[in-house]
Structure formats: C-alpha cells, structure tokens
C-alpha cells in the first residue's frame, strides 16, 4: 500500500490512514469509506473526510509524547497508574517463574 504524504501531518499521525489501516484487507488503495468501522446493525460505513475537516486534537491522540504527559509528575494520576500497572506487572512475573 503506498500513499502520498500529507503536506500538514505526517502520514502515520493522518486519520485517512488510520481508516485505512482499520479497513479490510481485500481492499486495495485508498477507499472513500471507513470500512469496518459501522457499529449497527443497518448502517453505512462513515466516510473518510480530508484532514482539514477533523479537529486538531485528533491527529495529538496517536501522539506518545502528549499520551505519556503526566507519567513523571507525582501529583498526577497517571504517574500512580503507570506505577501500579508496574508493579502489578512484575508480581506477575515472578509468580509465573515459580
């Protein structure tokens, strides 16, 4: 699959692609519709609309930097969830070597 890049974002932070990626596999090329991403029962899958039509914060969402913001401060949340989640994993790793 071979793509041009988006003169705004970088491909892999692009919504299109992201639709792309989501679509099926018998699917060759860029598709005007999001395949697969219909969740009723009697519907249309949505279309895929330009970059410049989606909201700014979007293309951040797939952005690790902006994701693991917080992961450093103690006052955060998701400082004490990353060090739970840490923890949690290392238990389970030492009761998976007995």
């Given amino acids: 699959m071979q793509m041009e890049a988006n003169s705004s974002h970088d ?4 919504f299109s ?3 792309l990626l989501l679509s099926p596999a018998k699917c060759s090329g860029p598709t005007d519709v999001c ?3 219909n969740i009723l029962a009697q519907g249309e899958d949505p279309p895929i609309k330009p970059d410049s039509e989606y909201p700014e914060w979007l293309f951040g969402l797939l952005d690790k930097s902006v994701r693991d913001a917080g992961k450093d401060d ?3 949340k998701a ?3 990353s060090r739970r989640k840490a923890a949690i994993k290392k238990a389970n790793s ?3 070597k007995k």
């Fill in 11 to 14: 491909i892999f932070n692009s």
């Fill in 17 to 19: 692609y992201i639709a």
């Fill in 35 to 37: 395949a697969g991403a």
């Fill in 74 to 76: 103690p006052m955060q």
């Fill in 79 to 81: 400082y004490w969830k």
């Fill in 94 to 96: 030492l009761r998976a």
